[in-house]
Nanobody
């Protein structure tokens, strides 16, 4: 069983930055694709960003391209989401997820492909 713990959320103003962290309880973190998703009140969960096990391949939702950066430190078993130029529309609960994919260095933008999820961290951007 993989456990994921997110941290770094909070209340910020438009234009501010935040960095979310996702700590995974696995010894071979590099064998997992990681993704970030978000869900705003009364909206469907949506894809934000994904990163392959090696960290060499990344993918982003159009709404965050150029503002958000996904990264990972496999030695620490931790993934990150750097969020810059935040907007009120970015307000949501952000969750990280991982998918065991030991033989393929790929990303994944569909939530149903992920096997393990964190509890989520709230990000609120005021105008």
């Amino acid at each position: 069983q993989v456990q994921l713990v997110e941290s770094g959320g909070g209340l910020v103003q438009t234009g501010d930055s935040l960095r979310l962290s996702c700590a995974a309880s696995v010894r071979t973190f590099s064998r997992y694709t990681m993704g970030w998703f978000r869900q705003a009140p009364e909206k469907e969960r949506e894809f934000v960003a994904s990163i392959s096990g090696s960290g060499r391949v990344t993918d982003y939702a159009d709404s965050v391209k150029g503002r958000f950066t996904i990264s990972r430190d496999n030695a620490k078993g931790t993934g990150y989401l750097q969020m810059n130029s935040l907007k009120p529309g970015d307000t949501a609960v952000y969750s990280c997820a991982v998918r065991y994919k030991p033989n393929y260095d790929v990303t994944a933008g569909v939530s149903g492909l992920y096997e393990y999820w964190g509890q989520g961290t709230q990000v609120t951007v005021s105008s």
